[in-house]
């Protein structure tokens, strides 16, 4: 069974912290994105990366940053959390395999309150 | 701007009943499209999907009907079941297949 796993379900952390979200898959995915989500909004991409070390500024960068220094592995960083970015995290990997449609798979997700 | 427009932020339909959400897009080289269903809390997961060279993709008691001409989408659920209640994101491919493109998302009540 395919799997996509994040490093938290629930964070709280307080204004000006750094944050770490980490995302892990085991489908040998090239694809890997970081989304947040607010009720309305949708899913808004913040960060996607097509290969290792590799990086690619989404919708809503600002106040974020990523690496990822292994395949399986992307890192969501929150250099000073701030009240604003209190939301629901996403991590989704996919293969850029033709006939695929795109298709995403997605992890539980991150809450994560900034207090 | 836009790409994938979901206009109905929610939807309530009684048990047992069809369900039908809609999608608009205005990207005419969209070339697949995909529906997720969202738990709360929980990640979104893939329910079905349509390549833009068909008309309609069928997956037991989920249909989608795609109408080319009019850039329009819908997913069909019958018969509309409790657990069935859920966000419902509507998303476009163009072909990259590095991102897709996001509806903002329809809720679905079904009642009792």
């Known amino acids: 069974d395919v799997k996509v796993t994040q490093s938290s379900r629930y964070l709280v952390k307080r204004t000006g912290e750094k944050v770490f979200l980490e995302c892990v898959q085991d489908?040998?995915?090239?694809?890997m994105f970081w989304y947040r989500q607010d009720p309305g909004l949708g899913l808004r991409l913040i960060y996607f990366s097509y290969d290792v070390k590799m990086k690619e500024k989404g919708d809503i960068p600002e106040g974020y940053s990523v690496s990822r220094e292994k395949k399986e592995r992307f890192s969501l960083i929150l250099e000073s959390a701030s009240t604003n970015q209190t939301s629901m995290y996403l991590c989704?990997?996919?293969?850029?395999?033709?006939?695929?449609?795109?298709?995403?798979?997605f992890g539980p997700g991150t809450r994560l309150t900034v207090l | 701007d836009q790409q994938v427009k979901q206009n109905s932020p929610s939807l309530s339909v009684q048990e047992g009943r069809i369900s039908i959400l809609n999608c608009d897009y205005t990207?005419?080289?969209?070339?697949?499209f995909l529906w997720y269903k969202k738990y709360p809390a929980e990640g979104p997961t893939f329910l079905i999907s349509i390549s833009s060279i068909k008309d309609k993709n069928e997956d037991g008691r989920f249909t989608v009907f795609l109408n080319k001409s009019a850039k329009h989408l819908s997913l069909h659920i019958v018969p509309s079941q409790p657990g069935d209640s859920a966000v419902y994101f509507c998303a476009a491919s163009d072909g990259s297949n590095y991102q897709l493109i996001w509806g903002a998302g329809t809720k679905l009540i079904i009642k009792p």
């Open positions: 990207n005419s080289m969209f070339d697949y």
């Open positions: 989704a990997s996919s293969s850029p395999l033709a006939g695929t449609g795109g298709k995403q798979f």
């Open positions: 489908m040998d995915h090239e694809n």
